[in-house]
C-alpha cells in the first residue's frame, strides 16, 4: 500500500500541516468538501493520467496550428513551447489559491484555437535590421496574396511582430496555467512520486495520441476533437462548465471551413490553388486566362503556412509566364551534361512537387532518385503534376530526410541535385535552425561528394542574400576539386557576380588523371557545420529581437513567484537548475539524434517518447533504491554527458546495424536522460510541497529554453557545457541541503 500525502481539513490556507497517511491510492475519490461533485471519473490517479496526455497533446496541438495559421510564429514556435512552460510552472506556483482556473479552460481554448486565423488574417511587419535570414520579405499585397483570409477578414492594419508573438505568447501562458493549476492541485492528492511518474504516463499517451493522428494525416479538426474529449472526461459537470464547453465547442466548428481549405502535412498547412495561365488567343497574341479544362497547361501554386513554395505545372508553360524564361532554366539548368561527366544515376533532395524530376526526365534518360521529406507534397506532386514525373519507371521516389538518405544510401551517383530546399519551418523547437539547416553544412556536402561517381557533378539551387550563397560558394570549393560555377546569363561561368536565384555546380575529380583547376575560398566567410548549421545566420550572434524575448521570458517567469505567499516566495534552487538543464539535454540530444534518423516528425517524436520513456524509468527505479546515492548518480550523469559532447553523430553512421546503431545511440546520447530523471525523482521522493518544486522546475525550463540561444554564438555543442555547469550547482545546493539538514 503507497504512502499519499493528505491534508487535513483545518491544515489552513498555506497548506503546510501535512501529515502522511496510509491510503490505497487507487481508490482515492476526487470530491469537494460534501463530496458532491458530478464527475465522469472520479479516481484521483486516472484522472491526473488523462489530465497530463491532456497537457501534452494540446502542447503539440497549438505548436503545430498556432505556427501554420499565423505566418511568423512559424519561425518562432519557441515561443509557443517556451510559453506553455511558463503557464505550467506559474500554473503549478497557483495551486495553494481556492479559486480552481480549470473552470475557465474551456475558455482559454477557444481563444488559442481562434487567435490563430484571426490574427493570421492581419499583414504583419518583419524585425528589421536584424542579421538573421529567416523568412521571405513579403510586402503586404504579398502576403495577402498568399493567405486564404478567415470569414473574408481583410484588415489593412499592418500589426508589428512582436506584438503578433506577444498576444500568442500570452494566450497561450494562460491555457497551461490553467493545467499548471489542475496538476498542481491533483499533485496534492498522492505521494510526489507516484504523482510524477502518473503525469509522465499520461504524456506519453498524450505524445502517441498526437502521432497517431499526425500519421493518419487528419486536420486540426481531430485534434481538437480529440483534445477537447480528454478535457471532458475529468471535468466536472455543471451549468458554467457546459456552457464554456459548448463556446469552446463553438470555436472548432466556426474553424472548420477555414480547416477545409487546406491540406495538412506532419510539417505544414498547404494551400493549393491554380495559378493564371497563357493561351495563344484567336488573334495570335498571348492572352491572361484562368481554364480548368487546359490541364496540360494547367499550374498549381503551393503555400505553406502562408509562404509561398512552389508552382507545379507543364515546364513548357513557364516560358509563358511573365518570368518564363527564367523559371524554366531555374529547372532544366542542372540536367545539362558536362564535358567528362560520367553516365549514372541521378539524385535529387527536396523534389517537391516534381517539377525537378520532370526536368531531369525530359533533359536525360538516366534513373533518379527523388528524395522528399513531406508526405502531403508527394501526394500532391502525384496528384497534380500534368507531367506525372513520379509515375515514371525510371524514378525511384523517397519519402525521407535528405541527411538521413545520405547516412542509408551506398549507391553511387553520376549527379547529386539540391533543389530548392527552403522549409519556411523550425526544426522542433530549435530557435533559428530550419528542417533544411543541416543539408547546408559542411559535412553534408561532404557526404554528397561520397556518393558521387569519379567525375561527378554536384548541383546546388538556391534563393537567399549574398552571404548565404557565398557560404554555399565556400563549402563546395573547399570539398570538392574545382572552382565552383554559377549558371548565369544562359550558361555555367566562374563567379562573378553573385545573384538572389542561382545554380552552382562542382565535380569530383575523375579517375582519368583529369588535373583540377586551382581555386581559392574565402576564409573570412563562416561556414556552416554540424555544430553551428545556421545558415541564414550572417555572423554568430544574438540578433535584438530574440534578447527582448529572453529579457521578457525571464522576468515573467521570475515574477511569477509573486503567486506564493510572502514567506514562501523561495526558488527551489535545485528543481530550477535542473529544469533549465534539462530543456538544454532535450534539445542539443534531439539535434544529435535528428543526424543520425533525419529530421522527419516522425523521429522527433519517437525521440520524446523516448525521453519521457527514460524518466519513467528513472522513477521505477527509484521506487527500488531504498538509499540516496546523488554522488554516484550525478557522477555517472557528469560522464554521460561528457560523452555525449566528445562524440560526434557522424561516428555512429557507419554501423550497419539498425539496431545497434539504436543501442548505441541511446546509450551515448539520451543515458544522461535517464541519470538526470533519476535524480529528480529522488528529489520529489519526500517533498513536501511538489507545487512548489514542480514550477520552479518548469520555470527553469524556462530559463533553458531562453539560453540555447547561446548556441547561435557557440554552436549547439556548448550547450552540454551549460547543462554540466546547471547540474554541479544542483549537485552543490543538493549536498548543501542534506549536510544542513545533517546538522
Not at 117 to 140: D, M, Q
Not at 248 to 261: D, E, N, Q, R, T
Request: net charge positive; aromatic share 14%; with cysteine.
Amino acid at each position: 500500500m503507497p504512502i499519499v500525502v493528505v491534508r487535513y481539513p483545518n491544515a489552513g490556507e498555506n497548506c503546510r500541516n501535512w501529515q502522511p497517511v496510509p491510503v490505497n491510492l487507487f481508490k482515492l475519490k476526487l470530491m469537494d468538501d460534501t463530496g458532491n461533485k458530478r464527475v465522469l471519473i472520479k479516481n484521483a490517479a486516472v484522472v491526473l493520467f488523462i489530465c497530463g496526455a491532456a497537457a501534452l497533446f494540446w502542447e503539440l496541438t497549438l505548436i503545430r496550428w498556432l505556427s501554420s495559421t499565423i505566418r511568423i510564429v512559424a519561425y518562432y514556435s519557441n515561443f509557443v513551447l517556451i510559453s506553455a512552460f511558463f503557464g505550467l510552472g506559474a500554473g503549478a506556483l497557483c495551486a495553494r489559491f481556492r479559486v480552481d482556473l480549470n473552470k475557465l479552460i474551456f475558455y482559454a481554448l477557444a481563444l488559442c484555437i481562434l487567435i490563430g486565423p484571426v490574427l493570421g488574417s492581419f499583414p504583419h511587419t518583419n524585425p528589421a535590421r536584424t542579421v538573421e535570414f529567416v523568412w521571405n520579405s513579403v510586402t503586404e499585397a504579398g502576403f495577402k496574396s498568399h493567405t486564404e483570409q478567415f470569414y473574408g477578414l481583410q484588415p489593412e492594419t499592418v500589426l508589428p511582430y512582436w506584438l503578433i508573438l506577444a498576444a500568442v505568447y500570452a494566450a497561450n501562458s494562460f491555457l497551461f496555467m490553467v493545467f499548471g493549476q489542475w496538476l498542481g492541485n491533483l499533485f496534492k492528492t498522492m505521494h510526489p512520486l507516484k504523482a510524477y511518474t502518473i503525469e509522465i504516463g499520461g504524456s506519453i499517451v498524450g505524445i502517441l495520441l498526437f502521432t497517431l493522428l499526425a500519421a493518419m494525416r487528419l486536420s486540426p479538426s481531430a485534434w481538437f476533437f480529440a483534445g477537447f474529449l480528454m478535457l471532458l472526461a475529468i471535468m466536472e459537470f455543471n451549468k458554467k462548465t457546459c456552457a464554456a464547453a459548448l463556446i469552446s465547442a463553438l470555436s472548432i466548428y466556426i474553424c472548420v471551413p477555414f480547416i477545409g481549405m487546406f491540406f495538412w502535412s506532419p510539417y505544414y498547412k498547404i494551400h493549393v490553388k491554380p495559378s493564371q495561365i497563357m493561351k495563344i488567343g484567336d488573334n495570335g497574341t498571348n492572352q491572361s486566362a484562368t481554364n480548368l479544362k487546359l490541364s496540360y497547361r494547367l499550374n498549381y501554386q503551393l503555400t505553406v503556412n502562408n509562404d509561398y513554395l512552389q508552382n507545379i505545372g507543364e515546364l513548357s508553360t513557364f516560358n509563358l509566364m511573365s518570368d518564363g524564361k527564367k523559371a524554366l532554366s531555374i529547372y532544366e539548368r542542372p540536367y545539362e551534361k558536362w564535358e567528362g561527366e560520367p553516365e549514372g544515376d541521378i539524385l535529387i533532395l527536396g523534389a517537391g512537387g516534381g517539377n525537378d524530376v520532370a526536368a531531369a526526365l525530359s533533359s536525360t534518360k538516366s534513373r533518379i532518385d527523388a528524395v522528399e521529406i513531406d508526405p502531403t507534397i508527394i501526394y500532391l506532386g502525384m496528384s497534380l503534376h500534368p507531367a506525372r514525373p513520379y509515375h515514371d519507371p525510371r524514378v525511384m521516389l523517397i519519402n525521407d530526410d535528405a541527411r538521413a538518405y545520405f547516412a542509408k544510401s551506398k549507391k553511387k551517383y553520376a549527379k547529386v541535385v539540391f533543389g530548392y530546399l527552403d522549409s519556411h519551418t523550425l526544426m522542433s523547437s530549435f530557435s533559428s535552425l530550419r528542417l533544411e539547416s543541416f543539408v547546408y553544412t559542411y559535412e553534408s556536402f561532404k557526404k554528397a561528394k561520397e556518393l558521387l561517381l569519379p567525375g561527378g557533378t554536384v548541383v546546388v539551387s538556391h534563393a537567399a542574400p549574398a552571404w548565404v550563397q557565398e557560404r554555399i560558394v565556400n563549402i563546395l570549393n573547399d570539398i570538392f576539386d574545382y572552382p565552383t560555377e554559377a549558371y548565369i546569363d544562359g550558361k555555367f561561368t566562374p563567379i562573378e557576380k553573385v545573384e538572389h536565384y542561382v545554380t552552382y555546380r562542382n565535380r569530383k575529380k575523375p579517375d582519368d588523371g583529369g588535373t583540377p583547376t586551382a581555386h581559392t575560398s574565402n576564409r573570412h566567410v563562416r561556414v556552416p557545420t554540424d555544430n553551428w548549421p545556421f545558415i541564414y545566420m550572417r555572423t554568430p550572434s544574438l540578433p535584438d529581437h530574440y534578447k527582448v524575448f529572453i529579457v521578457m521570458a525571464v522576468v515573467l517567469g521570475l515574477s511569477s513567484f509573486f503567486l506564493l505567499p510572502a514567506g514562501e516566495r523561495k526558488l527551489r534552487l535545485p528543481y530550477f537548475f535542473m529544469g533549465g538543464a534539462f530543456f538544454l539535454i532535450e534539445t542539443s540530444n534531439v539535434i544529435s539524434l535528428s543526424l543520425l534518423y533525419g529530421s522527419t516528425w516522425v523521429v522527433n517524436v519517437t525521440v520524446f517518447t523516448g525521453i519521457l520513456t527514460l524518466i519513467l524509468s528513472g522513477n521505477l527505479l527509484s521506487y527500488k533504491m531504498q538509499r540516496r546515492r546523488f554522488t554516484l548518480i550525478f557522477g555517472l550523469l557528469f560522464l554521460s554527458l561528457a560523452l555525449s559532447y566528445l562524440t560526434q553523430p557522424s561516428l555512429l553512421l557507419g554501423l550497419n546495424s539498425l539496431v545497434l546503431k539504436s543501442m548505441a545511440a541511446v546509450m551515448i546520447f539520451l543515458s544522461p536522460v535517464f541519470f538526470a530523471s533519476l535524480i529528480f525523482a529522488e528529489l520529489i521522493k519526500n517533498e513536501k510541497d511538489l507545487s512548489q518544486a514542480y514550477g520552479s522546475n518548469l520555470l527553469g525550463a524556462v530559463i533553458g529554453g531562453t539560453s540555447e540561444y547561446v548556441s547561435l554564438i557557440m554552436g549547439i555543442k556548448f550547450l552540454l557545457i551549460i547543462t554540466i555547469a546547471l547540474y554541479l550547482l544542483t549537485y552543490i545546493f543538493i549536498k548543501a541541503e542534506t549536510n544542513k539538514g545533517m546538522r
